[in-house]
């Protein structure tokens, strides 16, 4: 049973009449006709209707026209996440019944879920699960048809699934209806993948950008507003940053290349932070985090990456891949570190047809009952194996180094050593890749015996990191590494007169530029664990409290 059958009365709550009466403020009332819409698939108004009289019917766009999901009768409310986003709406919402409604508007509906603790708690609770409905139901209006053999398939699952995008899978190998929606679109299936869009639109191996563009993925933004805060990257730190300094009654602005969580979301179970004792994903805390930032009235912009950054004069501009500039007074740098690749000359051929940086359920189908190798000895590298020994026939683990007591937490370790199905390689070394389309066979050296080739189509890549620091070159001090100075590991020369210091030194934060700061992975010296990420993101805004009250 799904969630609507299971938790139908948290999905689609009734507010009382006292709930009602506070609401009054937020909206204004008006009187509605059998048939009026109200709300249209791909709506971005972030407009939500409290029903006060006769009844609305809410139904979702498929292929036999619309799928009807619920009737809701006074005191029930239209909307879910993403009319608290901004974002394109994915149902229709339709008086049936004539009366009347509590028309609230985007602003309105911010100021309630900040302010009313109580009605706060049943729209933001009804909104999540809501959410969680559509993507099970994996609604037809929006239809990814690839294959599994396709690296930019696997790029666009990965894309849409960690941004929680509801959306359904063909794959043109196995689903008769992929190749007869291609036929009626006159696209070949040499095309995949292909984005059949809610608004009739058919896209051709888009890039994320272009995907969330047509998708109406994120909400529209003044870039003349001088912000308070623009964050640098959606990851632990940056989400962090995000909702204390919104909570606070800045105004924040977050900018994330591909989506939320960074290098943690691609985990599939991080079971040392603190309050999740079973565990939790790194895409479902990732998910949380964002909804939090996103509920104190953080704007939140998918695919918007930052091109260059320019310091010459305050207020700080971020110049967009698109070409817009975004000001503000302040800047947290969360842009995080990736996973570094292989020196391998094949490498790049294969990524996404056997080389994987992320260890999800996306990628889990592609080999399942199958035979996969793990790089990587860090904590990342151990999840992954836990998780791919579930799923997979036989998982081989290869370090660099002759154990993992330096670089994995003992408890991580415990559960390698304690699955049969894992092998363990140490003083290993994948020396070539091989395959046609697609990776076949794996050759590595362990310390000085000979090279071994093995018949293996899939391997997971865990292995270092590289700082996202290429946007600011020129303007803040890095270390040799490429990672962001800060605080007291800045040098005096690094810190100019004319840079505006006013006598004081950096804080324990920030860059060697004032009011810019570096937190995560991305930081010199950083603690590598989700829970620092978090501590640094958050503790970071009373240093920017500090910066914008010079």
């Given at each position: 049973?799904?969630?609507?059958?299971?938790?139908?009365?948290?999905?689609?709550?009734?507010?009382?009449?006292?709930?009602?009466?506070?609401?009054?403020?937020?909206?204004?009332?008006?009187?509605?006709?059998?048939?009026?819409?109200?709300?249209?698939?791909?709506?971005?108004?972030?407009?939500m209707y409290l029903v006060?009289?006769?009844?609305?019917?809410?139904?979702?766009?498929?292929?036999?026209?619309?799928?009807?999901?619920?009737?809701?009768?006074?005191g029930g409310f239209t909307g879910e996440m993403s009319t608290l986003r901004g974002t394109g709406a994915f149902v229709r919402s339709r008086v049936r019944e004539p009366g009347a409604v509590l028309a609230i508007e985007h602003e309105g509906l911010k100021r309630?879920?900040?302010?009313?603790a109580e009605i706060s708690e049943i729209v933001m609770r009804a909104f999540i699960l809501r959410r969680m409905a559509l993507l099970d139901a994996s609604p037809d209006e929006v239809i990814l048809i690839g294959s599994r053999h396709s690296a930019d398939t696997l790029r666009l699952r990965q894309f849409l699934g960690r941004n929680s995008f509801p959306y359904r899978y063909w794959d043109v190998e196995s689903d008769a209806d992929a190749l007869a929606v291609l036929q009626r679109?006159?696209?070949?299936?040499?095309?995949?993948p292909v984005l059949v869009c809610r608004c009739g639109r058919v896209l051709r191996n888009p890039s994320e950008r272009e995907a969330a563009e047509v998708l109406g993925m994120n909400p529209r933004l003044d870039d003349a507003r001088v912000r308070d805060v623009v964050v640098i990257g959606a990851g632990p730190a940056g989400l962090a940053a995000a909702v204390y300094a919104a909570s606070e009654g800045l105004d924040v602005l977050v900018l994330e290349t591909t989506a939320p969580g960074g290098q943690a979301g691609s985990s599939s179970?991080?079971?040392?932070?603190?309050g999740f004792p079973t565990g939790i994903s790194g895409?479902?805390?990732?998910?949380?985090?964002?909804?939090q930032a996103q509920k104190f009235g953080a704007d939140v912009a998918i695919t918007q990456s930052a091109l260059r950054l320019h310091c010459e004069r305050r207020p700080y501009e971020i110049e967009l891949a698109g070409g817009q500039r975004v000001p503000t007074r302040t800047i947290?740098?969360?842009?995080?570190?990736?996973?570094?690749?292989?020196?391998?000359?094949?490498?790049?051929?294969?990524?996404?047809?056997?080389?994987?940086?992320a260890a999800t359920q996306v990628e889990a189908r592609l080999c399942e009952s199958q035979d996969v190798v793990v790089v990587g000895g860090g904590n990342s590298a151990g999840q992954a194996v836990v998780f791919l020994a579930a799923r997979c026939r036989q998982v081989h683990m290869l370090v660099r180094g002759p154990a993992l007591a330096e670089t994995m937490s003992r408890y991580l370790i415990a559960r390698v050593e304690d699955t049969p199905n894992v092998t363990l390689h140490t003083r290993t070394e994948i020396t070539a890749l091989d395959g046609e389309r697609e990776l076949r066979q794996v050759t590595w050296r362990t310390g000085a015996d000979a090279a071994q080739t093995h018949e293996l189509a899939h391997v997971f890549l865990m292995t270092g990191a590289d700082p996202q620091t290429h946007w600011i070159a020129g303007c803040l001090a890095l270390d040799d590494k490429g990672f962001v100075r800060t605080g007291p590991d800045l040098r005096p020369e690094e810190l100019s007169r004319e840079s505006g210091w006013r006598g004081r030194s950096p804080y324990l934060l920030e860059t060697s530029l004032p009011g810019i700061f570096a937190v995560g992975d991305v930081r010199a010296g950083s603690i590598k664990r989700v829970a620092a990420a978090v501590g640094e993101g958050s503790g970071c805004i009373q240093f920017v409290h500090r910066a914008l009250s010079e």
């Open positions: 049973m799904g969630i609507l059958e299971t938790r139908r009365e948290q999905v689609f709550p009734r507010l009382t009449q006292a709930q009602i009466a506070r609401l009054d403020a937020f909206g204004q009332r008006m009187p509605t006709t059998a048939g009026q819409i109200l709300t249209e698939p791909g709506d971005r108004s972030g407009r006060l009289a006769g009844s609305v019917e809410v139904t979702r766009p498929d292929s036999a026209g619309e799928a009807p999901i619920t009737v809701q009768l006074p309630i879920v900040q302010n009313d679109f006159h696209v070949s299936a040499a095309d995949v179970k991080i079971e040392n932070y603190l895409q479902a805390l990732a998910a949380r985090a964002l909804v947290v740098i969360a842009s995080g570190a990736r996973y570094r690749p292989l020196e391998l000359a094949e490498l790049a051929r294969f990524l996404g047809v056997g080389i994987y940086y």
